[in-house]
């Protein structure tokens, strides 16, 4: 089983009968060693005090944005980076449908939309509401989204009806949690190699050919890759954004393509190679050492040579042992071209998106992704979705390919 000790939890309570079982919880947590932070929302007061949650958590559990006594701001983007796993036990029908359509009128909500951690919902909820058809919309909208659902159990409910809309014991929810955990994709021990962002070609000192590539899908590769246990070597070019700074995290900065696969070949050991980065395919036959003058060409034509395809020549190079995902971009999804670069640059895994796609491909928070194989047993179209959750979907293929 794996241990829940050193992981930092973020429990949501919320305004349920079953929320006194959130005390109990909450000591099976901390008595795994786990960090424990509640974030009640109003409602789940009337249930339980905070005053018994904050002391079996031994840290003041968080109810609204700020402190009303000194102003201190509770900030949910920091919780929400902190946790490991971000838990709703008990969750009411109200509390899932904010989750599921992003309704951040609250803290917990907030947090919720803030967390990068696993997800773990435990409805509690008379047998109807359950059973309506806007809660189980909520719980396939938030599954979608990539969180688990712990389903209820049958019994006498508060209501005195029998039927199923429980909260499953603490003991239960920690089991559960700690088996799902279990058949997560772990990446402990292993080191990935990730290339980012676009590369400048140098035109002369002060221009460039590059491209539009933010850096935000290698970004979210790397962070996600962090969390499931791998060593990152990123090797990025001019990215708007970088990663969250790591022990288990190195960044090599570079400009050019040239520069880049210098540096993916300096990483003598990976085990996993993912090749994000948008790499201009063309360089500058004759960059210039001095900034070219308007005026002392009133025309100008720059010729291009081919830039190194360093995902190709990586491929040529890499062990039996090793594997490689490859993205494509094309401006129109066509399955049998992305299959061919595949085999061309040698990727066990490829992940193809479409500029036609809206909300996917360059400089968006979002992506669209098909994930093929190069043995056939991948074939996945998944919906738009955070980069964050792609990173996710992509990395969980690992088992597959190894
Ligand atoms: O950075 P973002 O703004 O978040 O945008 C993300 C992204 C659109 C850049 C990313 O999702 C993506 O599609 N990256 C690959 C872009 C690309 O160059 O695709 P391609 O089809 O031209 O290249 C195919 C593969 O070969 C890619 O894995 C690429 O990294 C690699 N390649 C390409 C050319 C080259 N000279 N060397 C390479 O290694």
């Known amino acids: 089983m794996p241990n829940l000790s050193g992981k930092h939890i973020v429990l949501g309570v919320t305004g349920?009968?079953?929320?006194?079982?959130?005390?109990?919880?909450?000591?099976?947590?901390?008595?795994?060693?786990?960090?424990?932070?509640?974030?009640?929302?109003?409602?789940?007061?009337?249930?339980?005090?905070?005053?018994?949650?904050?002391?079996?958590?031994?840290?003041?559990?968080?109810?609204?944005?700020?402190?009303?006594?000194?102003?201190?701001?509770?900030?949910?983007?920091?919780?929400?980076?902190?946790?490991?796993?971000?838990?709703?036990?008990?969750?009411?029908?109200?509390?899932?449908?904010?989750?599921?359509?992003?309704?951040?009128?609250?803290?917990?909500?907030?947090?919720?939309?803030?967390?990068?951690?696993?997800?773990?919902?435990?409805?509690?909820?008379?047998?109807?509401?359950?059973?309506?058809?806007?809660?189980?919309?909520?719980?396939?909208?938030?599954?979608?989204?990539?969180?688990?659902?712990?389903?209820?159990?049958?019994?006498?409910l508060a209501s005195h009806l029998i039927g199923k809309g429980r909260l499953p014991e603490p003991e239960e929810i920690v089991r559960r949690i700690e088996e799902d955990m279990d058949k997560a994709t772990t990446l402990t021990g292993k080191q990935l190699l990730i290339t980012s962002g676009p590369t400048y070609e140098r035109i002369d000192p002060v221009r460039f050919i590059g491209n539009y590539s933010s850096g935000r899908m290698g970004k979210a590769l790397a962070e996600q890759a962090i969390r499931m246990g791998a060593e990152v070597t990123l090797v990025t070019g001019p990215a708007q954004v970088l990663p969250t700074p790591h022990e288990r995290l190195r960044v090599i900065r570079v400009e050019s393509a040239d520069e880049m696969?210098?540096?993916?070949?300096?990483?003598?050991?990976?085990?996993?190679?993912?090749?994000?980065?948008a790499v201009a395919d063309y360089k500058v036959a004759h960059p210039e050492e001095q900034k070219v003058k308007r005026e002392s060409r009133p025309s100008m034509t720059i010729e291009l040579v081919p830039n190194p395809d360093i995902a190709a020549l990586m491929g040529k190079e890499k062990d039996k042992e090793q594997i490689h995902i490859g993205f494509a971009l094309e401006t129109h999804l066509d399955l049998e071209q992305v299959r061919d670069k595949m085999e061309r640059k040698s990727f066990?895994?490829?992940?193809?998106?479409?500029?036609?796609?809206?909300?996917?491909?360059?400089?968006?928070?979002?992506?669209?992704?098909?994930?093929?194989?190069?043995?056939?047993?991948?074939?996945?179209?998944?919906?738009?979705?955070?980069?964050?959750?792609?990173?996710?979907?992509?990395?969980n293929t690992l088992p597959q390919l190894s």
């Open 16 to 156: 349920s009968i079953a929320a006194y079982k959130a005390a109990s919880l909450i000591r099976l947590l901390v008595k795994a060693g786990a960090e424990v932070q509640v974030v009640m929302t109003a409602a789940a007061k009337e249930f339980i005090t905070p005053l018994t949650l904050s002391t079996l958590s031994g840290r003041p559990v968080l109810c609204d944005f700020f402190d009303h006594s000194d102003g201190t701001w509770h900030s949910h983007v920091e919780l929400g980076l902190w946790a490991d796993l971000f838990i709703v036990a008990p969750a009411t029908a109200s509390t899932m449908a904010k989750m599921a359509y992003g309704i951040a009128d609250n803290l917990l909500v907030t947090c919720y939309l803030a967390t990068r951690g696993r997800v773990y919902i435990a409805p509690a909820m008379d047998l109807d509401m359950y059973r309506h058809p806007s809660t189980i919309a909520s719980a396939a909208r938030l599954r979608e989204m990539g969180a688990t659902i712990l389903e209820a159990e049958e019994g006498e």
């Open 261 to 277: 696969l210098e540096a993916c070949r300096s990483v003598t050991s990976y085990q996993i190679a993912i090749f994000c980065a």
């Open 348 to 395: 066990d895994l490829i992940v193809a998106n479409t500029l036609e796609d809206e909300g996917a491909g360059f400089g968006t928070d979002t992506n669209r992704v098909t994930l093929l194989s190069r043995d056939g047993s991948i074939e996945r179209s998944l919906p738009l979705m955070d980069k964050e959750q792609v990173a996710l979907e992509i990395l």
